[in-house]
Each structure stands twice: as C-alpha cells, then as structure tokens.
T-cell receptor, first 116, second 115 residues
Framework: AQSVTQPDIHITVSEGASLELRCNYS??????LFWYVQSPGQGLQLLLK????DTLVQGIKGFEAEFKRSQSSFNLRKPSVHWSDAAEYFCAVGAGWGGGADGLTFGKGTHLIIQP | EAGVAQSPRYKIIEKRQSVAFWCNPISGHATLYWYQQILGQGPKLLIQFQNNGVVDDSQLPKDRFSAERLKGVDSTLKIQPAKLEDSAVYLCASSPDRASYNEQFFGPGTRLTVL
C-alpha cells in the first residue's frame, strides 16, 4: 500500500522569502504525485502533478516541484511567497491506471504561515 | 463550468443519530469519490464510484456508513448511527474518468460535528 509523509506540520516563512515543503512517498511502482492546497473553508485545489517525463514540474501560482526517485521525494518549492499563500498544503500519491482503484493517498499536510 | 457541489455545508448531530450528505459532481464526470478529513489530517478515501458502480470501498466502515450513486450522477453518503469519531469534513471529488493522471476536482466539503 502506498503512503505519504510530510515531515513538517507547520512552517513559517517571511513574505518574499523562498519556500520548500517536503514530501516523501512510499509506493512500489511508478507513482503519480500531486500537490494540493486547501485554504480555510475551501475545497482542495490542485497545484501541480507528476506522472512521467521531466522531473521538474511547474504548477499554478508560481509553484514547482521536483520528483527525485532515488530519495522517494516530491518537494514543493516557490521562489518568493506572498501572504495569500498561507494555507494547508497536501502531498498525495495515486496508484496509477491499472484497472484498479485510483483514489489518492494524502499526507497529513503542512500548515504554511506567512510572516509580514 | 460549475464545480462540485455539496450540501449541507455544516451539520451538527448527536451521537447515534443519522445524517446524510449530498454531492453533485461536475457535469459529465464519470468517477466520484468520497473522502473523510479528520481535523489535522489529510483526506482519507472512503469510497470510489465509476458511473453507478463501486470501484473501491475498502476503507468504508460498512457497519455504519453507506453510499450510493444510483443514476451515475449525484451521490449520497449516509452515516447511521453516528459516533463521536465521525466528526470530520466529508469531501466529495469527481474526475472525468478512472485514471490517476486525471485531476480530481474537490467540492467545499460538509463539516460534521457529532456531540
């Protein structure tokens, strides 16, 4: 069974500073990896996804993530954060298309706080 | 394009009572998911439908939870009877079809409080 670990429960970053949120996954085959963002009272919004090809993927709102198979990681980055980036961030892994179920397995999330 | 709709947005009940949540996916989406998100945790898949058939309900507590998608469009998730530990946000998501490379679009959720 697949699993996702987000080691940081809370991260505080100053506005304008760079950001990196960590994600480690466990899955026996090629994973399908996602980052979602959840603002208070809102549903989950997809930031970016990785399936294959270039290991550096670009997403919305200036976010990017890098897939590193050797480290089983899929860390999310942003060069300069804005106050509006304060939210909960979830990394997720999907089992892929093999005719079976493809619900996502999520990490516990990282709460991002932006300091002025 | 209208997003995934869920109702009610909030529900407070006492333990041992019953409750039902409704979800209307994005038009044309064949796959529908229900997730449970307990405070401080990530969403956990409860059940996945493909049209009106169940693909995966391995994590659904079937002694008290049930779900249906009779016409392959909207869906209802029911809890009967509710327990304190069922307090959570229940998220519905839909996707054009089965396959993990398809984005899952999430609704705003229903926040359930069991007293």
């Amino acid at each position: 069974a697949q699993s996702v670990t987000q080691p940081d429960i809370h991260i505080t970053v100053s506005e304008g500073a760079s950001l990196e949120l960590r994600c480690n996954y466990s899955y026996g085959a090629t994973p399908y990896l996602f980052w979602y963002v959840q603002s208070p009272g809102q549903g989950l919004q997809l930031l970016l996804k990785y399936f294959s090809g270039d290991t550096l993927v670009q997403g919305i709102k200036g976010f990017e993530a890098e897939f590193k198979r050797s480290q089983s990681s899929f860390n999310l980055r942003k060069p300069s954060v804005h106050w509006s980036d304060a939210a909960e961030y979830f990394c997720a892994v999907g089992a892929g298309w093999g005719g079976g179920a493809d619900g996502l397995t999520f990490g516990k999330g990282t709460h991002l706080i932006i300091q002025p | 394009e209208a997003g995934v709709a869920q109702s009610p947005r909030y529900k407070i009940i006492e333990k041992r009572q019953s409750v039902a949540f409704w979800c209307n996916p994005i038009s044309g989406h064949a796959t529908l998911y229900w997730y449970q998100q307990i405070l401080g945790q990530g969403p956990k898949l409860l059940i996945q439908f493909q049209n009106n058939g169940v693909v995966d309900d391995s994590q659904l507590p079937k002694d008290r939870f049930s779900a249906e998608r009779l016409k392959g469009v909207d869906s209802t998730l029911k809890i009967q009877p509710a327990k304190l530990e069922d307090s959570a946000v229940y998220l519905c998501a839909s996707s054009p079809d089965r396959a993990s490379y398809n984005e899952q679009f999430f609704g705003p959720g229903t926040r359930l409080t069991v007293l």
